[in-house]
């Protein structure tokens, strides 16, 4: 099987905005773009070293993106041809000439597989990336929920340590949802390909509107002032260089037993989140199962589980 010469990978923190790009790429009339893709590249080890396949393809059974994206298994294919064959198909589905996968974790390890591709980093501004990872329950804080922002931006500094700026291209998620159509004009010439206003076309498709501009920013209104030094605190000299101006109040330091309560008052609220969202039952199933090795009973559960995660995502 030939390997996807150039494939194209939007990559940056979840809840940046990549679901809004993503959207608007797969709609370009020569470019096939496929949702989150993480089990492209978080099964490969920090060595480099692939996963064992018949592992790797029971992992792929359970994995809510991975079962959303109706790809085959073929099991006669080694990683590399397996994961090259799930963009192939994506590909094949709508006849484009370009392929791309959105990926959020650990990208920095598809130059392994795919030494020619391009990427598109999505940036957005910590403290709202922050706010809407909080709001999806995935912490209790918006302390704790920055890590979303942070993991993504370590990333990326270790992507570039193997693309060149020919393959890079950085996009604010603020310019993209201000001044949409030159961003969309800038991309697209980056990919080599002539801008398409069919890439608007999203909104007749799909939950997401226009880009609205009250997105932007939202930290600013919607956060207590102690909840933004704290995340200046830990954000601050990140956002500073990559060009988000801090919002003025002074810079705090927070002493160790604070940092533990709010780690510990975040994994509390984002199990109480849990069960609100999948219910008590649910929750304990699905705990109880893992933990005591009910492999059928837990293969059900997170069936269950990602069904409701599915209705919930936007």
Known sequence: MTLVDAPVFLVGSERSGTTLLRLMLDHHPKIAFNFESDYIA??????????????YREWLTQDRAFQGSR????ERLDFVGLVNHFLIQK??????????????????????????????????DGRDVAVSAMRMGWAGN??????????AEKERDDARLN????????????????????????????LGVEYSERMFDYVNTSTYDAPDPSLCYQWRTNL????????????????????????????????RLVKKYLFLQSRIEAYRYRLR?????????????RRLGLER??????????????AHMK
Request: with cysteine.
């Open 42 to 55: 978080t099964q490969i080890s920090d060595e480099g070293a692939y996963p064992e396949m018949k592992q």
């Open 224 to 255: 207590a002032k102690v909840e933004v030094q704290r995340l200046e605190e830990k954000l601050g000299d990140r956002l500073l260089s990559r060009g988000y101006p801090l919002s003025g109040y002074p810079r705090i330091m927070i002493p």
């Open 71 to 74: 790809f085959s298994i073929d």
């Open 277 to 289: 969202l999948y219910g008590v039952g649910l929750t304990l199933r699905e705990t109880l199962s």
């Open 297 to 310: 009973l837990h293969r059900k559960t997170i069936a269950k589980i990602n069904r409701v995660t599915d």
């Open 163 to 190: 693309v060149g700026d020919e393959r890079w291209l950085e996009v604010r998620y603020e310019d993209l949802i201000v001044s949409t159509r030159p961003q969309l004009e800038r991309i697209c010439d980056f």
């Open 91 to 124: 590909q094949a589905r709508v006849g484009k000439e370009l392929v791309g996968a959105t990926i959020h974790h650990q990208f920095h390890k598809l130059s392994r597989i795919w030494p020619r591709a391009k990427y598109i980093y999505l940036l957005r």
């Open 142 to 151: 918006t302390y704790i929920a920055a890590d979303v922002w942070l993991e």
